[in-house]
Antibody, heavy 121, light 109 residues
Framework: QVQLQESGPGLVKPSETLSLTCAVS?????????WGWIRQPPGKGLEWIGS???????YYNPSLKSRVTISVDTSKNQFSLKLSSVTAADTAVYYC??????????????WGQGTLVTVSS | EIVLTQSPGTLSLSPGERATLSCRAS???????LAWYQQKPGQAPRLLIY???SRATGIPDRFSGSGSGTDFTLTISRLEPEDFAVYYC??????????FGQGTKLEIK
């Protein structure tokens, strides 16, 4: 059973860099699949941030691309998110998820439980 | 950019009733790349439907998805108490590569 777990600081100061890690268990990242980050501001909807393949290929949301870096560490079976120059608008629950596919379709499953990151001085 | 618009924003129904949730895309979306998720308070989204109409593993058959092009529907045939939650549709394929609708809140009447 594949499980994902986010970790990182829950409080980040404005203008600093948000850093989160997603540890994957029950599946080796190096075996395949894309792995992604999605966020949800309090009381609002979901926004895809970006995705990474085990080889390191990345895709980012154009609205965040200039501030986002996603990397993978196959030796630790985890992938990471860095979001620079954060503002209060980046306050959100951050989820990591696997981009699964089959039968010509694709979807996010499973998801981590999410971690709340608050941007405040 | 494809925008997904879900309606209604809030749907008030009673257990046992039928729920019909809509997801409309600003441009045509491949049916293969339309998914639905359920989210309960304090929890991560849970995959319900992929490929517009295929139920995910373990999802009860009271949940069904349909549609094509720009109009997609999630139907819950007979609402159970645990079905009251927020539902999101999601597309893959157009910039941004993935996008979600704003959600429909299904609440108990």
């Amino acid at each position: 059973q594949v499980q994902l777990q986010e970790s990182g600081p829950g409080l980040v100061k404005p203008s600093e860099t948000l850093s989160l890690t997603c540890a994957v268990s029950g599946y080796s990242i190096s075996s395949g699949y894309y792995w992604g980050w999605i966020r949800q501001p309090p009381g609002k909807g979901l926004e895809w941030i970006g995705s990474i393949y085990h080889s390191g290929s990345t895709y980012y949301n154009p609205s965040l691309k200039s501030r986002v870096t996603i990397s993978v560490d196959t030796s630790k079976n985890q992938f990471s998110l860095k979001l620079s120059s954060v503002t209060a608008a980046d306050t959100a629950v951050y989820y990591c998820a696997r981009r699964a596919y089959g039968s010509g379709s694709t979807w996010f499953d499973p998801w981590g439980q999410g971690t709340l990151v608050t941007v405040s001085s | 950019e494809i925008v997904l618009t879900q309606s209604p924003g809030t749907l008030s129904l009673s257990p046992g009733e039928r729920a019909t949730l809509s997801c409309r895309a600003s441009q045509s979306v491949s049916s293969s790349y339309l998914a639905w998720y359920q989210q309960k308070p304090g929890q991560a989204p849970r995959l319900l439907i992929y490929g517009a109409s295929s139920r995910a593993t373990g999802i009860p058959d009271r949940f069904s998805g349909s549609g094509s092009g720009t109009d997609f529907t999630l139907t819950i045939s007979r609402l159970e108490p645990e079905d009251f939650a927020v539902y999101y549709c999601q597309q893959y394929g157009s910039s941004p590569l993935y996008s979600f609708g704003q959600g429909t809140k299904l609440e108990i009447k």
